[in-house]
């Protein structure tokens, strides 16, 4: 597993570098794709690529359900909507609170995914630097490109008195990000330097996409080719260790009905939204309150599958 793990590493380091590079140098020339192209070429991807690593859930229902007993799949499919509905009213009415809880989350759930295959056994004290290490995705776009990470905090409904206090006290972001920093050397030592050029790798790119691109694209990059790569590999494994080519057509058979059921609402939202707010806002709330509204349900079943197989 560690060896498809560094290989995507080294490919996807390779590629994200090369083109770091050519946007670095032909930038301006480029100028113009930030309001028009940009923001389409992210919503596709995060309709296909992204959103595939979930779209295996209603399988990986199965075992909550066989373990409460639940002859209904229905249960499954309603509890998850629900979840779903209720977080995008929570985001409505209390969006604060709610971008506060999903920045949270999410950290953890990306460094924890990023990083526990790696790791043999997990401590206590590991989960909370899964928070920290993940915590990198959000902090490092806010250190390079401040104005524009909080404009899409704008039009995420966020109060302005939130937005002028990151953009006033900046040292919060500095100390933050020299905690991210730490959180990578720290499973560097803990994991005795062992595939220490992954998560080198990881830190590196991760710093090397933020700076060089705006904070949606360089979102998109690292959610689409690297973590839900990772977790697509995890997934492939599952279903055909001994032979992964099987593993990846039996993915894709799997997970293709819900990723076009997904993708089919969201781009509806995209343009009932886009009536009120324009295109580029629509798309930017259907990604990050989409993403929000099945990032809970997704981590909530993974925790209630793991908790269950450790009991066991």
Same mark, same amino acid.
């Given at each position: ?76 499919? *309603? ?7 209720? &977080? ?21 759930? /990306? ?53 002028? *206090? ?46 060089? /691109? ?37 993915? &894709? ?18 343009? /009932? ?13 259907? &990604? ?16 209630? &599958? ?7």
């Amino acid at each position: 597993m560690k060896s498809i793990y560094g290989k995507h590493s080294f490919y996807f380091s390779a590629l994200t570098i090369i083109f770091s590079v050519v946007v670095l140098i032909f930038g301006k020339n480029f100028e113009f794709s930030n309001q028009s192209i940009v923001p389409f070429l992210c919503l596709f991807l995060i309709l296909s690529v992204g959103i595939s690593h979930g779209a295996l859930d209603n399988y990986k229902a199965n075992k909550i359900l066989k373990i409460y007993n639940i002859d209904n799949k229905l249960v499954f499919y *309603f509890s998850y909507i629900s979840t779903s509905i209720l &977080i995008i009213l929570s985001w409505i009415f209390f969006s604060l609170i709610t971008l506060l809880a999903f920045l949270l989350i999410a950290s953890y759930h /990306f460094g924890r995914e990023d990083t526990s295959f790696l790791i043999k056994k997990n401590s206590s004290f590991d989960q909370l630097i899964y928070l920290v290490k993940g915590s990198l995705i959000i902090f490092s776009p806010l250190f390079f490109h401040t104005d524009e990470t909080l404009k899409i905090f704008e039009t995420l409904l966020i109060n302005n008195n939130f937005l002028i *206090f990151i953009k006033n006290e900046h040292w919060v972001i500095n100390v933050c990000l020299i905690l991210n920093f730490l959180g990578y050397l720290y499973f560097v030592f803990r994991n005795n330097f062992d595939n220490f050029q992954i998560l080198f790798l990881d830190l590196l790119l991760i710093l090397l996409i933020n700076f060089a /691109f705006s904070p949606l694209l360089a979102f998109t990059i690292y959610f689409c080719f690297l973590h839900s790569i990772r977790h697509i590999i995890s997934i492939v494994l599952e279903l055909d260790q001994a032979n992964f080519s099987n593993g990846i057509k039996l993915f &894709i058979k799997k997970a293709l009905p819900l990723t076009i059921i997904t993708a089919i609402l969201y781009l509806l939202a995209v343009f /009932f939204i886009a009536n009120f707010y324009g295109f580029n806002t629509a798309i930017m709330q259907v &990604i990050f309150i989409g993403l929000a509204s099945l990032t809970f349900p997704h981590i909530l079943l993974e925790y209630l &599958i793991e908790k269950n197989e450790t009991k066991n």
